[in-house]
C-alpha cells in the first residue's frame, strides 16, 4: 500500500494525533480494508518520509515517552479510502494538540534539519527547507527568518 504523506496526514488528523505504533496499526487496518497485504517496511519508510516532509511533526508528550505524529506545515490532509472507518476500528482515544504546540515542535525540528543541511552544504535540503519555513510561517505564528537565511546561504 502506497499512501502519500497528504493521506498520512490525513490518518493521523482524524485521531488529533498518533503515536508512530497506532499509525502503523491504523495503515495495517488500512491494507486489511482494501484487501491488500501491510508491509511494515514500506509503512515505516513512508512514515518517516512524511516526517522528513514535514507532512507530519512529532509532538512530545507530558510524562509520555511516545510522542504523537500530528498533521505538520506541510499537510494537506486528505483521508485515503476507507480511512472513514479507522475510528471505529481502532481503540484510540481522540487527541487535541494545540497549534501553538505543535508550531514549536515543527520549529524546533526545523531547526535541527537546518543546521544539518547547513553544516553538510546540501543546497538541494537547504532549498526545500526554505519552503518549508515559508508554509511553517504560514502555518503558525513562527518567525523563520533567521534559518532562512542561514539557509539562503548554503
Request: glycine share 6%; proline share 5%.
Amino acid at each position: 500500500m502506497s499512501l502519500l504523506g497528504d493521506e498520512l496526514s490525513g490518518v493521523v488528523d482524524l485521531f488529533g494525533g498518533l503515536t508512530r505504533s497506532e499509525l502503523h496499526r491504523a495503515l495495517e487496518e488500512l491494507a486489511f480494508k482494501r484487501g491488500e497485504e501491510p508491509d511494515s517496511e514500506a509503512v515505516a519508510a513512508a512514515v518517516e518520509d512524511a516526517v522528513e516532509s514535514y507532512h507530519l511533526i512529532p509532538v512530545e508528550r507530558d510524562g509520555d515517552g511516545d510522542p504523537l505524529l500530528v498533521a505538520g506545515p506541510v499537510a494537506f490532509p486528505t483521508l485515503p479510502d476507507h480511512a472513514e472507518d479507522l475510528p471505529h476500528i481502532m481503540d484510540v482515544e481522540e487527541r487535541t494538540v494545540d497549534r501553538e504546540t505543535a508550531a514549536a515542535a515543527a520549529h524546533e525540528h526545523l531547526k535541527a534539519d537546518a543546521g544539518a543541511a547547513a553544516d553538510a552544504g546540501n543546497a538541494e535540503r537547504a532549498a526545500t527547507l526554505v519552503e518549508v519555513c515559508y508554509d511553517l510561517e504560514t502555518w503558525a505564528a513562527v518567525d523563520t527568518a533567521d534559518l532562512r537565511a542561514r539557509l539562503d546561504e548554503v
